[in-house]
């Protein structure tokens, strides 16, 4: 993948999956529990079923999801939030490209790729200012 793919990649990761945190810091996570979580991630999101996405979420997730507008402050939030994404997408897939968990199992990131609708990817495009 060239230098600007991956830039572009990158940019749409943060932007298209918001951000997702707790507020507090918890225990240690093992490396293995922190891929599992990664490795659901995509089928959760394409699953359209909200209950089986916040499931990998804390009860107090702050997701905020740029491109929508949303911030999402717990886990009954986020359910709303998710149901709405998937009556407006009912076709969304989420193609998971590649993931890595550090060593000690508190940080991972992941690639994919956004599919609003079956086999089709989107292009994120910027609108430049008038």
Known sequence: MT??????????IVVLSGC????EGGPP???AALDSVLAAWGPAWSSSDAGKLVTLYTEDVYFE???????VKNRDALRGFAAGVFAGFADLRFEVTSRFVSADGKWGSMEWVF????????????EEPR
Do not use: N, Y
């Open 3 to 12: 230098v600007m793919k991956t830039l572009v990649a990158l940019v749409a």
């Open 20 to 23: 997702a945190t707790t507020r």
């Open 29 to 31: 996570s093992e490396p």
């Open 65 to 71: 999801d740029v491109p929508l507008g949303a911030v």
């Open 115 to 126: 599919h609003p609708e079956a086999g089709r990817p989107h292009q994120m495009t910027k």
